[in-house]
């Protein structure tokens, strides 16, 4: 039976994005994983999309904080904090309880950082509180049969990170984690056009630039975008128009680490699960798998299908959403 005072309530902590899905009503919240703090109190003034629009922007006393980085949690009272505020927006009314609780964590993270997220979850009032892999809620998400005895092969590249997966049975028999997600090639957009074009932009800015013109792949046409960043030579704002063929060369080395990560990952797989590898082909999901012609590169990289997943942002928030509402399928595939 379930409880009418109480909601149960799946959560995608990621680095750059957290999905809150709710039972029975499905994703509720989608907000960059971001706290605004006051200095003087220590108390969040802000979560999510308004904490983000402080980012960059905030004057001596608020601080805004990335709780987790690099797949990791950098900070855990910060990281407290952003799931209470993720529980008390899933809450309809104060009367209402939370009752079941999965969250997705980075398969990285350390069995300290496992506690103090389940710790964070409980004390946010969560009764019976499960975690799930990354790249498993990722297959679970993208509607593949986890539990079948056939190799599916996850690529999975969020923020901080890029999981690779290749999962049977239930479990994750490789698993490659890298460093390199989409923060990485923000960064590295910010040093190029620092390098070669002495024009300083902040990482919201070079986020865009990848979104929009960023690329993997030479492109037809090629794209140009105007953007706003600081002249470092004579110390003033400037507008100025950015390629893609630029972009494309300031992402290149993340990009290869990433296609360089995925070859280390099939050398490693069993023959047996490489051959379904090979049947079934290579899925993307997480945000990075939208940057333009990264299927294309990685099919050239490794002579396979590769397919980019349906919405490949809210794949692993839909997998988690379908443990929570299905736990008895999916207890093989949560720890607690
Ligand atoms: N069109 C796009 N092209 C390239 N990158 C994109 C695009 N759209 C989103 N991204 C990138 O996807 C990343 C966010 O992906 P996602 O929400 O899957 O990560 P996350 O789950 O928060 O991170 P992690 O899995 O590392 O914890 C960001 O770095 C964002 O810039």
């Known amino acids: 039976m379930r409880n009418p005072f109480s909601v149960d309530v799946a959560i995608d902590l990621g680095t750059a994005n957290t999905l809150v899905h709710v039972r029975d009503q ?30 960059e922007r905030t004057h001596k006393d608020i601080e805004t904080i990335r709780p987790l980085n690099d797949g990791v949690i950098a900070d855990f009272s910060v990281a407290d904090e952003l799931i209470k505020g993720l529980v008390r927006g899933a809450r309809p009314n104060w009367f209402t309880g939370i009752g079941r609780m999965v969250i997705c964590v980075p398969s990285g993270i350390t069995e300290v950082e496992r506690r103090a997220v389940i710790d964070a979850a409980r004390s946010a009032g969560a009764k019976d509180v499960k975690l799930i892999d990354e790249p498993m809620a990722a297959a679970i998400g993208i509607g593949l049969r986890v539990d079948e005895p056939v190799g599916n092969m996850i690529v999975d590249i969020g923020g901080g990170t890029t999981e690779i997966a290749v999962i049977a049975l239930n479990g994750i028999v ?4 890298i460093r390199v997600g989409g923060n990485e090639l923000d960064e590295a957009v910010v040093q190029y056009f620092k390098k070669h074009h002495n024009l300083l ?45 630029d972009v494309r060369e300031a992402l290149r080395q993340g990009v290869n680490q990433i296609a360089a990560a995925v070859v280390r990952a099939l050398e490693g797989t069993p023959p047996e699960l490489g051959g379904d590898v090979l049947d079934r082909g290579i899925m993307l999901t997480g945000g990075g798998a939208l940057l333009k012609g990264l ?42």
Do not use: W
């Open 26 to 55: 499905g994703i509720i919240m989608n907000e960059p994983s971001i706290v605004a703090r006051d200095r003087r109190t220590g108390k969040s003034v802000a979560i999510g999309q308004k904490a983000l629009m402080m980012h």
């Open 174 to 177: 490789i698993d490659e984690s």
């Open 201 to 245: 932009i902040g990482s919201r800015t070079a986020e865009r630039i990848k979104c929009e013109i960023g690329s993997a792949q030479k492109l037809d046409p090629e794209l140009e975008l105007s953007v706003k960043g600081r002249d470092l030579v004579t110390g003033v704002p400037k507008t100025r128009v950015v390629t893609s063929e």
């Open 295 to 336: 299927d294309e590169y990685l099919r050239e990289r490794t002579e396979l299908p590769v397919f980019v997943a349906d919405d490949p942002l809210t794949a692993v928030v839909r997998g988690t959403g379908r443990v929570l509402e299905d736990p008895e399928a999916y207890a093989a595939v949560l720890t607690s």
